[in-house]
């Protein structure tokens, strides 16, 4: 389908300005290994503190590049499979919200205003832009939502009464209405706790609350970064995989979407195992929804193996009655037509298999107590959001920008390399993070090697060095597998146009289909799932309110022990001071 | 639905099921438990280390930027090998993580609460503490020892 001005250039920009931030947060997911490992033994290389860079890290790479590529994957999806036009006011204002409001948290965390990390757990206080920015930034990624896609799936319904909505638009709307559900705890955290603070009109917060609020969002929000990538592997993949492909089974696929937007709720507890405050019967309650959410998982890996078997036999019949050997008949690296692009979802595939299994150890009630905060946790959600999430976002953005542009994808041979390149070193480093962090205790978010890996401190540890060194190689290899990624990405972006810009994309047809009446009554179940959240977090939020809702704790900054109340008084007094004794 | 699909739906639920069964069975049965919601004990400013018994132990420990304060004012305590600490954890500033290396003493310290693990120390010799949420530019170097020492019968 044909697309120009001024919807062209927005989805355009949603997939390039996020990428172009890419850029530097991973190029300080490179630094950190560096630092950890003592190859770097200092605060700060070239203007970036560790800590800031490792806020960076999280916000661009985990919210803001996610973010934005579930919209711009969200608009192109809706326009090609509903056929109607997008509304330019509607994407005008979203996208306006989005850059804004990222542009001003960047600049609260470049200018070291905001080194607070990506979980911002207050009472670490940021300036209050970083919030505000943030707020901006998913109220903007809400706006097509509700403006756009909504009516025009409303109209398209009109028309085609006897049709259920496709299975992609099915999982984007799935995905986009969990998101509107998670925002709000978030939103309130925000708004009346972080926001009040920091610009001084409260003096003091509940930090135990603001965390419960912040997990409520925060674990759904893997979920949403899934969905996107689920959606390809329903609809996109077997098609890529072979042109006969087919998807083995639309109801399968409703029905994981369905298990998502009802699950993915209720699990936030799983973070704060180890938390003081929350009677420990929630958190098992919590564990047990934790594991209703592998289910879907589960299901998906079995449909998304059962429609590559059968694109695969549908490809090549000589292995038709094979029960093993139609592996062997994948496009692994090719570089035909769009087959580059399988790279990206196999690579991706192999990891976010560890993923799911280590992250059933993660939400393993007392299991978790031998993993919590320690480099097991990022070794962990390396392999689904750094796995399966960024190659699918990666590989599908090129594949976005060469439809977009009109162009032909450059140095395919590089872009189709990319993903093993990235999924080796992803091996390698989340094998380090996760075995010195289960088996030793090594923990994240440290910048150990001023300390822990520094041979001339007094808190040396020597056993955690292999796991550190071992790290620096896989981390290498990450960063040339994203090298290789963007020669290919600006190479495609910058190339002479050679057809007219379209919008389209690879959907499979279903091999079993069936009408799903129950599934696709998505009120009804969004209903259910807000319930079902609502009635799962109010014990939690009793306990965590008890002693009071505004409870004690003033804020602080990173660099000073004492409140930031005080030290403001302290700053002012001596320069009254200073100033009296001049005169 | 085919016969597959509905074979891999019994088998995943199955699979959780029992998984589930086991954790349960870990916390209940063999009392590998979780923190819990602890509102008996008001929060503490001050380290101490109470001996109840010769091998029972009562830990307040505070965390605050950037070291742990485990008896007046020190991070480091020594107490003899099959001690039972009971150890009480606060924060007196930010957030701050507690995880004692090789054990499955894993607690957050949250300012205005008090978290509680119990722990029998059984082998002999040093315990490294750290720090493992981040707390502010000193986070890297805050840390504490207990020392377990071989008791003589």
């Not at chain 1, 509107?180 to 972080?194: K, S």
């Not at chain 1, 549908?314 to 087959?339: C, I």
């Amino acid at each position: 389908m044909r697309v120009e001005g001024s919807v062209r250039f927005i989805i355009l920009s949603e997939i390039v300005f996020p990428i172009l931030l890419l850029m530097f947060g991973i190029y300080h997911g490179v630094m950190q290994v560096l630092y950890r490992a003592g190859i770097i033994r200092a605060d700060s290389f070239l203007g970036i503190d560790y800590y800031q860079g490792l806020t960076l890290h999280g916000v661009i790479n985990a919210i803001v590049f996610t973010t934005f590529f579930a919209v711009a994957f969200g608009n192109a999806v809706v326009l090609y499979l509903l056929k109607k036009p997008l509304r330019p006011g509607v994407q005008w204002l979203s996208w306006i919200l989005m850059v804004g409001g990222t542009l001003m948290a960047a600049w609260a965390m470049f200018t070291k205003r905001a080194t607070v990390l990506y979980t911002f757990y207050p009472p670490l206080i940021a300036h209050w832009t970083f919030y505000i920015g943030a707020v901006l930034l998913v109220v903007g990624s809400l706006v097509p939502f509700f403006l756009d896609w909504i009516p025009n799936a409303v109209a398209w319904k009109r028309e085609n009464p006897d049709k259920k909505l496709p299975l992609a638009v099915f999982g984007v709307f799935v995905n986009h209405t969990l998101w509107t559900i998670m925002i709000i705890p978030v939103a309130i955290e925000i708004l009346f706790q972080l926001f009040p603070l920091s610009v001084g009109w409260v003096d003091k917060i509940n930090p135990l609350l603001a965390r419960t609020l912040f997990w409520f969002f925060g674990h759904p929000v893997v979920y949403f970064w899934l969905l996107p990538a689920y959606v390809m592997l329903y609809t996109m993949l077997p098609k890529i995989a072979s042109d006969k492909g087919k998807l083995y089974s639309d109801p399968a696929g409703r029905l994981a979407f369905i298990l998502f937007l009802l699950f993915s709720l209720p699990v936030g507890l799983h973070h704060q195992f180890t938390e003081p405050g929350i009677s420990n019967s929630w958190k098992l309650i919590h564990a047990i929804f934790t594991f209703c959410v592998a289910l879907p998982s589960l299901v998906t890996a079995f449909t998304v193996a059962a429609s590559l078997e059968y694109s695969a036999k549908a490809e090549d019949p000589s292995v038709k009655d094979s029960k093993f050997y139609w592996w062997t008949r994948l496009p692994y690296l090719r570089l035909e037509g769009d087959k580059w692009l399988f790279s990206y979802f196999f690579a991706g595939l192999v990891l976010f298999f560890f993923g799911g299994i280590t992250g059933i150890v993660n939400a393993s009630y007392s299991l978790n107590l031998a993993v919590h905060n320690t480099a097991y946790v990022p070794g962990h959600f390396h392999t689904t959001v750094g796995g399966l999430v960024l190659l699918s976002f990666l590989g599908m953005s090129l594949y976005m920008v060469s439809k977009l542009r009109g162009t032909d994808v450059r140095f395919k041979g590089l872009a189709a390399l990319a993903p093993y390149f990235w999924m080796q070193g992803m091996f390698m480093f989340s094998y380090a993070m996760m075995v010195g962090g289960a088996l030793e205790g090594f923990p994240r978010r440290t910048n150990a090697g001023l300390t822990y890996l520094n041979p001339d401190s007094p808190l040396y540890r020597p056993e955690w060095v292999g796991y550190a060194q071992l790290s620096v190689v896989g981390g290498a290899l990450l960063g040339i597998g994203f090298v290789l990624f963007l020669i290919a990405f600006f190479g495609t972006l910058l190339a002479p146009k050679v057809r007219e810009s379209v919008v389209e994309f690879p959907i499979a047809e279903a091999y079993h289909d069936a009408p799903t009446p129950v599934l696709n009554n998505l009120k009804g179940w969004t209903v259910a799932a807000v319930l079902l959240a609502v009635l799962s977090y109010i014990p939690p939020l009793y306990d965590v309110t008890q002693r009071g809702v505004f409870y004690n704790s003033p804020a602080y900054k990173e660099q000073f022990p004492v409140p930031l109340k005080q030290l403001q008084q302290t700053q002012s007094e001596t320069k009254e001071l200073s100033m009296k004794e001049e005169r | 639905m085919d016969r597959a699909e509905r074979n891999i739906l019994t088998v995943a639920i199955g699979l959780l099921l029992f998984f589930f069964v086991l954790i349960v069975y870990a916390a209940k049965g063999l009392k590998i438990d979780l923190p819990t919601c602890v509102t008996n004990v008001q929060p503490f400013r001050e380290g101490r280390l109470i001996q109840h018994a010769p091998d029972r132990y009562e830990l307040h420990a505070v965390a605050r930027m950037w070291f742990f304060d485990f008896n007046g004012g020190s991070n480091e305590i020594e107490i003899p090998a099959g001690s039972v600490v009971d150890i009480y954890l606060t924060s007196a500033d930010v957030v701050h993580g507690m995880h004692i290396n090789g054990t499955t003493v894993n607690l957050m310290a949250i300012p205005g609460t008090v978290n509680y693990a119990r722990y029998r120390f059984e082998k002999p010799g040093v315990y490294h503490v750290v720090c493992h949420e981040f707390c502010g530019v000193g986070h890297q170097a805050m840390q504490g020892k207990i020392v377990v020492k071989e008791v003589e019968r």
